[in-house]
């Protein structure tokens, strides 16, 4: 059978508490509900399963594939009978006992496909604004990730690694259509570079970029800018939020994708004879 050149994702952001099973059973209930209106591909936000903030990662770090967070994700997917993104979670290594804060990804039989440790650690210090640092509880991933579906293949990164445009573009030169950031920007960067970033990504990429935050609580002592949001390959938003719990859906449609890279042909303009290598360059 040919593949389908049109589906359905949805990024489900969910208001997130300090009670693991709420958190769980409410991501279960939403990727139900994704699925019922139509999505094929569903996303969760960064941290969806915890409180996000360097004091939290120990306490409510999971090992995998062991740990509940796995087993409810992976039963999820299987019921709703979708590819699913599930955000991310901190993660335990055994016997290390090392930490990342890592995104599983599922078929729709449940089965886990595919796992990406973030890979650029959130650490920045804005003066007066904003000073975190995920560094000083988690270790970074090591490799790039993207995963096979019947309608092509998806890149993931988690939230600050949407900063750096080399991972998009290796994700789309190995083909993928799309590339998905479960993400929790704040008060300060989120109104400052959360939609350039995905707009960016799109269009240099030509490809699908999805965002999915956790719901704004401003109680938390990280509190989420909201806003997830899809964005086509001409840059284009196609779904987006405020920052309450919401749905969002849109069509990823790869007759789209083809048109805008015949337009505007510059994913085979690339001179790379003058730029191999970027890090190569930088030595004089
Ligand atoms: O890049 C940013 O401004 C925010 C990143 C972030 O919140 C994260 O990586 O968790």
Known sequence: MASP???KISCIQLAVSSDKSLNLQNAKNKILEASKNGAKL????????????????????????????????????????????????????????KLYNTCTVYDPEGNLIAKHRKVHLFDIDIPGKIT????????????????????????VGICYDIRFPEMAMIAARRGCIAMVYPGAFNLTTGPLHWEL??????VDNQFYVAT???????????????????????????????????????????????TVRQSIPIYNQRRFD???????????
């Open 197 to 202: 970033l995905q707009r960016a990504r799109a």
């Open 212 to 258: 999915c935050s956790p719901a704004r609580d401003t109680s938390a002592s990280y509190i989420a800018w909201g806003y997830s949001t899809i964005v086509d390959p001409n840059g284009q938003i196609l779904a987006t939020t405020d920052h309450k719990e919401d749905i969002i859906y849109a069509d990823i449609d790869l007759e789209h994708l083809k």
């Open 42 to 97: 569903v996303v969760l936000p960064e941290c969806f399963n915890s409180t996000y903030g360097v004091q939290y990662f120990d306490r409510f770090a999971e090992c995998i594939p062991n740990g509940e967070s796995v087993k409810t994700l992976s039963a999820a997917a299987k019921e709703a009978n979708v590819y699913l993104i599930g955000g991310s979670i901190p993660e335990r290594e055994e016997p290390s006992g």
């Open 132 to 155: 975190f640092q995920e560094s000083a509880t988690l270790n970074s991933g090591n490799s790039l990730t993207c995963f096979d579906t019947e309608y092509g293949k998806i890149g």
């Open 5 to 7: 050149s049109k589906f």
């Open 274 to 284: 003058l730029y191999p290598n970027v890090a190569e360059n930088f030595k004089e």
